[in-house]
């Protein structure tokens, strides 16, 4: 397992924390910006996230991976924050970028626009659902690493994978009307 000799610390220096944040913290945002739709908010939940794992390293005890903890603390977190006053007064928004290649300015638009209506149409699931897509299509995490991480049976996972890919598939089938 990686970063093994962490569930045995009690403090944690700070070349750990570097090294874990080089590692995990595009990932770390990444989720909570899906969770939050917010890019400020994302970069606060971030921090918070590495300032938690730096002073509570004790409560790792190594039943799941390094990155299923983290992504656990940041679920939490960004739960936390949206459930503040100061959440709710923010402004969400959604922006999808794209990387750019060789391809022609009209097939490059074409494509780009395809994938911001994806995902723009995932950003407007429920919770629930936007939640199992983005753990399943960004971070390729297992029906079980997501049962685990949501608290929630491996067969509820599965479930609401279904759906919310139906989902996605029926929006989509409105937006190209």
């Known amino acids: 397992m990686e970063h093994e000799f962490l569930k045995h610390m009690t403090t944690m220096d700070d070349a750990s924390l570097r090294d874990i944040m080089a590692q995990y913290g595009s990932d770390i945002w990444n989720y909570a ?15 918070d996230v590495f300032i938690k794992a730096y002073y509570r390293i004790e409560t790792f005890r190594g039943q799941s991976s390094l990155k299923t903890w983290l992504l656990t603390i940041t679920r939490n977190t960004a739960f936390r924050y949206r459930r503040s006053t100061f959440f709710r007064k923010v402004n969400l928004f959604a922006s999808i970028t794209s990387i750019q290649s060789g391809r022609s300015a009209e097939t ?9 209506d994806i995902w723009d149409v995932i950003m407007k699931l429920p919770d629930q659902y936007r ?36 989902k996605v598939e029926q929006n989509l089938k409105e937006v190209r009307s």
């Open 33 to 47: 910006y899906f969770l939050t739709k917010n890019r400020e908010l994302a970069d606060d939940v971030t921090q």
């Open 108 to 116: 490059e638009y074409m494509e780009d626009r395809y994938v911001d």
């Open 131 to 166: 939640e199992v897509l983005v753990l399943d299509i960004r971070y390729e995490l297992s029906t079980e690493e997501m049962a685990k991480l949501l608290n929630i049976a491996t067969g509820t996972v599965k479930s609401r994978l279904h759906r919310a890919r139906e």
